[in-house]
């Protein structure tokens, strides 16, 4: 059966071309009949208020059990890719990362990689494990993370009890071109 996997990019890298290598790669028939989840809904959704872009993304993620975030050069600093990948966590997907800067874009350029954005979030559990605060650096420090509030964890009380762990403990950053994701794609999922 085929996987339903979430795409969450900057949609500047759609305009670039290099979210589109990695989001139709290898599908003659597009990313769908392959059974993987196209996530363009930002075309539609640009002018659309944050509580209906949270109910958009909401329902795009529902049935999903991987969110693959496409690491571009801003990626790490953009409101609604933060919040894919919180409430893609918040739900049970699995998350990872794939640079796509070494892809040449419609300039036919290459760009230098972005920074890692599982570096920048966190998750704080209390210190009794019944509850997660998703965390993000902010000027120079941790702060509570806005768009998602605190949720129990799936295992009450969470062992992690009174950690605040990056997630780049959990969440594995690729590199399209480096790791060769034409061939490896399938493995990584």
Known sequence: MAKRIYFAFHYQDV???RANVVRKHNFAEGVESAGYYDCSIWEDAKNSSPSALKRLINDELN????TVVLVGSDTWARRWVRYEIFKSIHDGNRVFGIHINGIRGKDQLTKPLGPNPFNNLAL??????????PTEWKDNSWRYYTDLSAYEPRQNPHPLRGQHIRLTKWCSLYDWVQDDGYRNFNSWT
């Open 124 to 133: 704080e559990f209390s210190e009794d494990g019944r509850l997660i605060r």
């Open 15 to 17: 305009i670039d071309f």
């Open 63 to 66: 049935g999903t059990s991987i």
